[in-house]
Nanobody
Framework: QVQLVESGGALVQTGGSLRLSCAAS????????MGWYRQAPGNKRELVAA???????TYADSVKGRFTISRDNAKNTLYLEMDSLKPEDKAVYYC???????????????WGQGTQVTVSS
């Protein structure tokens, strides 16, 4: 199987910064796109940022210019650098990856358990 483990969530003041990490492990043959999603109470899960295996990136309009997504393919690790945090960034942040396992010829999407980000005003 495949495990995605997020870390780095914390309580931070408005204007502060955080760096989230997501380490993928298990029966991984290759990873295609990876992304960060977030879900606030009462809201649907939304895409925050995504990065392709080639390094192409996509950002939600609400985080453009403040968040930076990156990945280390050698370590199967995804990062999200979050700057100028706002109270509306408060949510559980989930890592997701499209993974081809060692026992499959197709890609499947896997999710982490989430990490809490809280921004105090």
């Amino acid at each position: 199987q495949v495990q995605l483990v997020e870390s780095g969530g914390a309580l931070v003041q408005t204007g502060g910064s955080l760096r989230l990490s997501c380490a993928a492990s298990g029966s991984i043959f290759s990873i295609n796109d990876m992304g960060w999603y977030r879900q606030a109470p009462g809201n649907k899960r939304e895409l925050v940022a995504a990065v392709t295996s080639g390094g192409g990136t996509t950002y939600a309009d609400s985080v453009k210019g403040r968040f930076t997504i990156s990945r280390d393919n050698a370590k199967n690790t995804l990062y999200l650098e979050m700057d100028s945090l706002k109270p509306e960034d408060k949510a559980v942040y989930y890592c997701s990856a499209a993974v081809r396992t060692t026992y499959s010829n197709t890609y499947s999407r896997f999710w982490g358990q989430g990490t809490q980000v809280t921004v105090s005003s």
